[in-house]
């Protein structure tokens, strides 16, 4: 086994070197992989879009019938002032917004199908988001297995890989982690991710946003090469200099949602000139024409310019193959388990590698069991104290319910945000994502819990025996779990700050309904019974309470100096929480589980309109939105 590994690693080195020396003598490399490449032209005509105003009438028109051409082979850069439209134009084109919108959209002159169309395309968002604790080697490589089939042998994704980080100027970098990557490197890497299918459509928010001019020119000159090579390249530029304006092909500006200019940057200035505007010598038209659509010199100067560009930058319709385009297009699909368990590797390494995360969480364990340990120090075989004992109960399920809950509240919300660009360009299923999330947090979980029950079990002196100590480590583990249900599922709607605010103000009232009638014997009213029963708290409370002193457990034994144990019957234990009975163990841990499975599906749910939210969350949001505008206001 070990010969073999060897000769793999021998085989992969001298690849690599053969794919550098090929890259020395060759500066401009073979693109074998990248090259593949249909013609893929975009068309849209009279497109419009508006979102709610202030009030219900009111609505803001972002783009007032809008239209153009964006060709295979060039690098378009689509410029305009804030406000214009340009990230809303790039949303629709990248099938990002699929809503509310007006007028036509036509690849290669055929209808644009949106499921197919994400099939070819990616979509590199403004921000740097890359998976962290990840060398760029392994990154490439696991966006290699969620991407290409498995028909692809494990040097074929190399060569490609390679490739790519060759073209892109990352092999010196393959070995470094992307929390210390520079900011040019980053966005070079979130090119190179999204390359590895080798799709003929990228779109691109703001690449150069955060970089400085040398690493802003290099990103634009990189895309330039990737279009090429054939390539529909489509970015938003917000004020590029006069050396990066020269580098794309093709300008598309707009103002207000319209469009005042569409054609190539060196006829820009015989276009303004014609226009009777005449650009001043040593300044950067890009600059200029950004001025001019914010309306420095005059409105009318722009309605001008707005009649004209009909006239004299007219669509002409695209003709291209349908069936060389739909020959391209077919790509195999990637089976659901091989997603998962990349996914699985990807996750599982990423928490490996998170050292200090891990160190600080199973500290904190042992610190916790130590302290509740001594503060309920010898007291579960203490017929004098059994009802403090009933309080290391309850304090072992406030433990489970926010120890779990408040890391996921602070992490999981930046995670989202990774997940939903993944999963828009395609990288794997929701469901593949949901169960590979749920597995890996299984032997997390459980280790942490272990650490923890070990310790205050032990300290806290309970009862040593087999039965009594699985089932109260069973009930735990299934309240932590619920609770990192319910974390997840509140992460997954609400950003950090809401999070961490909503998160702990929703276990206020579980823990409030949970207790009632503790202490008091007489029955409670229906209405009060069934609410408390909504609160996986007392199913909790009632497993572990029958877990210590369930099934036959005889009276406990009190001290010398102790006249009376009030307390020492288990039966007294039972009729202070308000069950003249002992609570039935298999039906509490039974309704535990439906309630964990409800989360789980209730998580799934909002993961899915996460990213692909119905009407009634597409109105939620309108509502929230709506709010926000009010209130700011």
């Given amino acids: 086994m070990e010969l073999t590994l060897e000769n793999n690693a021998m085989k992969m080195d001298v690849h690599r070197e053969d794919v550098k020396n090929a890259f020395k003598y060759d500066g401009s490399a073979r693109m074998s992989h990248l090259s593949k490449m249909a013609a893929v032209d975009i068309e849209f005509n009279d497109l419009m879009y508006s979102t709610p105003g202030a009030s219900r009438k009111e609505s803001n028109l972002i783009l007032k019938g809008i239209s153009g051409q964006f060709k295979s082979g060039e690098l378009t850069a689509i410029l305009g002032p804030s406000g214009a439209g340009k990230s809303t134009l790039l949303n629709i084109l990248a099938g990002y917004k699929c809503t509310d919108i007006n007028g036509s959209i036509n690849i290669n002159g055929q209808p644009r199908n949106i499921r197919e169309f994400k099939k070819m395309s990616c979509y590199i968002m403004q921000q740097d988001l890359v998976q962290p604790k990840l060398t760029v080697s392994e990154a490439m490589a696991f966006a290699a297995d969620l991407k290409l089939d498995k028909r692809k042998s494990l040097f074929e994704k190399h060569i490609a890989i390679d490739e790519i980080l060759n073209t892109l100027r990352l092999s010196a970098s393959r070995n470094t982690t ?18 590895v299918n080798n799709p003929p459509i990228i779109f691109l928010d703001e690449p150069t946003t955060g970089l400085d001019e040398l690493s802003s020119s290099q990103c634009i000159e990189l895309l330039q090469r990737l279009a090429r090579i054939g390539r529909t390249v489509i970015c938003s530029v917000h004020t590029p200099s006069a050396k990066i304006f020269q ?8 103002t207000s949602g319209q469009c005042i200019y569409r054609g190539t940057p060196s006829n820009l200035v015989p ?36 009649a004209c560009v009909e006239m004299k930058a007219p669509i002409l319709p695209i003709q291209r193959s349908k069936q060389e385009f739909e020959f391209e297009r077919k790509n195999p699909r990637i089976l659901w388990f091989d997603q998962f368990s990349t996914l699985v590797r990807r996750m599982t390494m990423q928490l490996y590698r998170d050292r200090n995360y891990i160190y600080m969480k199973i500290f904190f364990h042992i610190f916790l069991g130590f302290v509740i340990g001594g503060l309920f120090l010898g007291m579960g075989n203490d ?46 299923k929701m469901s593949a994502y949901y169960w590979a999330l749920t597995i890996v947090k299984i032997p997390e979980q459980i280790v942490l819990s272990l650490i923890y029950l070990t310790l205050v079990y032990f300290i806290t002196g309970q009862p040593l025996e087999w039965q009594r100590c699985s089932m109260f480590f069973s009930t735990c583990f299934l309240c932590a779990f619920i609770a990192e249900s319910m974390a997840y599922s509140i992460a997954s709607v609400f950003n950090v700050v809401n999070s961490v605010f909503f998160g702990p103000a929703l276990t206020c009232p579980l823990i409030l309904v949970a207790v009632q009638g503790f202490g008091d014997p007489s029955p409670l009213p229906l209405y009060r019974t069934i609410l408390m029963y909504t609160s996986y708290i007392r199913y909790g409370l009632e497993a572990l309470i029958a877990a210590m002193y369930g099934n036959g457990r005889k009276r406990l034994p009190c001290p010398l100096e102790e006249v009376y144990c009030h307390f020492s019957s288990p039966v007294e234990i039972f009729r202070t929480i308000g069950r003249q009975t002992v609570p039935n163990f298999m039906l509490d841990i039974f309704a535990l589980i439906i309630i964990l499975c409800l989360c789980k599906g209730i998580l799934y749910y909002l993961l899915r309109q996460r990213v692909q939210p119905n009407k009634t969350f597409q109105m939620l949001h309108l509502v929230g939105t709506l709010v926000k505008k009010h209130f700011n206001m």
């Fill in 178 to 195: 992307t929390e210390k990557l520079s900011g040019g490197e980053r966005k070079r890497l979130m090119i190179a991710l999204e390359l």
């Fill in 247 to 254: 580098k794309f092909d093709h300008v598309y500006a707009i």
């Fill in 383 to 428: 017929g004098s104290k059994a009802l403090f004992n009933f309080g290391f109960c309850f304090a072992c399920i406030i433990v489970f319910l926010y120890i779990p809950m408040l890391p996921v509240l602070l992490r999981f919300p930046g995670e989202i945000l990774l997940m939903k660009r993944e999963y828009f360009n395609r990288w794997y």
């Fill in 271 to 306: 276009y303004l000139q014609s226009m009777g505007v005449e650009c001043p010598k040593h300044y950067n038209p890009a600059d200029f024409v950004i001025e001019i659509s914010s309306g420095d010199y005059g409105f009318d100067l722009t309605e001008r310019m707005l």
